[in-house]
Structure formats: C-alpha cells, structure tokens
C-alpha cells in the first residue's frame, strides 16, 4: 500500500512497534494528582532524552475528560515556537494558582450553606474566571493544530448523547474541528458545579453544527476506552499510520498509561438502608457530595480499568498496562470543588505518595485498588514506562525517512 502523507505530528506507530496512548481521568481540583504523576513522568523521559523531551513527543494519542480534558490541551497545544504550551512540571503550580479563582470559597460554615442553596437554584459557580482563562490559555488553537492526536469527550445535553472530539475524525467530520477552548470548557461543564456551554463550528461546506455541551464525565470519566476506540477504528479503515494492519487491536502492541484523579471508597458513608429514602435532592446533594453524580462518574471509570484489566491480561500484555489511582482520599480531599491553600496542597502530597505506592488494580468485588504482586511500586512503573516510550520514540526516527515529521 502507498503511504500518505501522515495526519500525526510525531512520527507514526508504522515505524515503530507500539502504539502508545495516555489518559486522563475528570476531577475537578483533583486533577493536581494526576498532575504530579504526569510530572514525574517527563521528568524520567527527560533525564533519557534531554530537558526538552515533552510528552505529546511520546504519545500518539492524549485522552482526557473534564480537568483531564484541560490538562491534554495544556499538554499538547502549540505555543508560539510549535511547543507544548506546557511542560508537565507547571501543571501543578497552574492548579495550585487558579483553583481558588476557579472554584472561589464560601467564608466558614455560613458560605458553605450558601453555596448549597445556590446550587438549588443554578450552578454553583458561574464559569466566568474559568472561561477567560481557558480562552486566553488556548487562544484560536484548534483541534488539528495540536502537537499530537487528542480525544475529548463531551456530553450534548440537547441531543443526549456524546460527543467526542478525536484528531482522527477531524478530516472527515470538519465540523469537529471546534477551537480547544470549547472543547475543554464544553468537557469541564459539570453538572450542577458549571452552567451547561453552548457554541458553534462550520464544516467545510459552510454548515452550522451546534454543541449544547456539559461535563464530558457523563460519557467518560476514564477516557481510556475511548482512546483505544479511536485508535481501532484508524485500524480498521487501514489507516497506513498505524502498521498497515487489517485486523482488529492487537492489545500486545499498545502502551498505556491511564491516570486517575483519586476518590473515597474507604468511608462508605452511603447505604442501601439511607439511600432507599432518599429523594431527588439527597441524590443531587448529601453529606457535602453529589452521591448520584458520584456514583456514575465513580462507577463507568472502574468499569473501564477492569475491561482494559481483563483484556491486556487475554492479551498476555499486562506490563503494557498501567493505571495510577488513589481511592483512599478522605473528608475535603475527595471533593471536587474545594480549593482551599490546606486542601490544593494535601492533594499534591496525595500525588506524590501516590507515586511511592504498589502498582495496583481494582476489585470490583470490593472497589478498592488491591497490589498486583511483584508490579513494584508506581514509581518504578513509570522509569519503565518512560524506557519503552524513549526506546519506540528512537525506534521511529531510525526508520522514518527524515523529510517527515519534522519532530
């Protein structure tokens, strides 16, 4: 088959031997966790490669949903000299700067009341502060311009069903080809946090398509289904980038990290007993938290690591596989919202203990995330990860003629 000319922006998985794919988990304020981790991260690429290794350099595709959403533009979208707008290391002190704007505080237990009343009523927050900021982040970027593929999920609430922005259907479908920054404010609109986000794109025909959006966790808080999905699907239209295969996935040839952005199993503060007399506000709204929200957000994220556990593991490809969560998190620290000094910076020591921990996986008999014996610890996990990333990335340039992507 004759190559094309490749929509990617690093050099193709037809060169090399994997496909790599990293994902992103929602969270609001929680996303300084996986922050951390994704800093740690470059960090190991970059004492392997030099200090200008960047991770949308490594992967072909970057999922992520919400503030994980948000975290993949920053990764990936191109600054003035064609660079990632962000190295991993800022992601935290980006956080730790504008979550109080962002998420601003009720004063004692008086604004706590009013911050719930107001959630009865619209949004808690008006997304005013967040909007300026993401537009002024992100400027005219556009989902093609950015340095490798991303997939975004959203949710329309006017058609009830999702959609997913992915760099792979960008050709195809122009009208998808929206500006980053509604895309990452459309996938941030939670419910009942963030006011629901209307805009609109033109295909190429001239055609008005409109997106009448909110969170993107209502279709996937765990992106990571959806990024392999895309992927796939490059495969079965025999996209010459990815191997010049006909087959389905051959999970033995993908390299994922999956990253979470925490959560509280360990309290079991809810029951079928308090449950079964609750109505639609103790659903909406008990003990600080949003147990219906909760739940589904909660629930379709574990679904999908189990699904990628079971499938890497027929595959015999375990070790290709790498999901980082905590779900030990407790009071504040599992919140959403909370944005105090205490609670930003408790959250960056639950990342970097995060990283000292076992490499884990859950049990959905018992929703904890249990050790996978000999795995080592998260740390260890992402040197080696960070190997194999540095290994395919020369793998490519080896044999990628040097008049393509110019990397």
């Known amino acids: ?23 992103i988990d929602g969270g609001g304020v929680r996303g300084i966790i996986p922050g951390v981790i994704l800093g740690y991260l470059e960090a190991q690429l970059q004492e392997l490669d030099g200090e200008g290794a960047r991770l949308a350099d490594y992967f072909d595709v970057i999922a992520g949903t919400s503030t994980g959403g948000l975290i993949t533009a920053m990764l990936s979208a191109p600054d003035a000299h064609n660079r990632p707008l962000f190295a991993a290391k800022d992601i935290v002190p980006f956080y730790l700067e504008n979550c109080p704007k962002i998420f ?5 237990s008086l604004g706590s009341v009013l911050n719930t009343i107001k959630s009865l009523t619209g949004p808690k927050y008006n997304g005013v502060y967040l909007h300026k900021l993401i537009r002024k982040l992100l400027g005219s970027t556009r989902l093609h311009d950015t340095l490798t593929s991303l997939v975004i999920p959203t949710f329309d609430i006017k058609k009830l069903q999702p959609v997913l922005f992915s760099s792979y259907e960008v050709s195809k479908h122009s009208f998808l080809d929206a500006q980053v920054s509604d895309i990452c404010i459309g996938t941030s609109a939670a419910p009942t946090y963030f006011p629901a986000y209307y805009f609109k794109t033109e295909d190429k025909d001239g055609r008005v398509h409109e997106f009448n959006l909110i969170d993107g966790g209502l279709a996937a808080n765990n992106p990571t289904l959806i990024a392999i999905s ?10 010459p ?3 010049d295969i006909k087959s389905p996935i051959d ?14 199993t360990s309290e079991l503060k809810f029951d079928a007993k308090k449950a079964s007399k609750w109505g639609l506000f103790s659903w909406l709204y008990e003990d600080g938290s949003s147990p219906l929200i909760d739940a589904y957000t909660q629930g379709t994220a574990d679904l999908v690591d189990y699904h990628n556990s079971v499938a890497f593991k027929a595959y015999q490809s375990e070790d290709s596989y790498l999901r980082i969560n905590d779900d030990t998190l407790k009071g504040t620290l599992s919140s959403v919202d909370t944005s105090t000094k205490k609670n930003l910076e408790g959250l960056v020591k639950v990342g970097e203990d995060l990283l000292r921990k076992a490499v884990s996986r859950v049990n959905l008999d018992t929703g904890h995330y249990e050790p996978i014996p000999n795995a080592g610890t998260n740390e260890e996990a992402l040197k080696r990860f960070a190997k194999l990333l540095s290994d395919e990335k020369k793998l490519r340039e080896s044999r990628c003629p040097h ?4 990397t």
């Open 230 to 239: 895309e992927v796939t699907k490059q495969i079965l239209k025999e996209d």
């Open 251 to 264: 999970y033995t040839r993908l390299l994922v990290i999956s990253l979470g952005s925490g959560s509280d």
């Open 1 to 23: 088959m004759e190559k094309k000319a490749s929509s990617l922006k690093i050099r193709p998985p037809t060169y090399g031997k994997l496909i790599t794919i990293l994902s």
């Open 403 to 406: 008049n393509m992507h110019g």
């Open 241 to 243: 980038d990815f191997f």
């Open 104 to 108: 601003p505080q009720g004063c004692g």
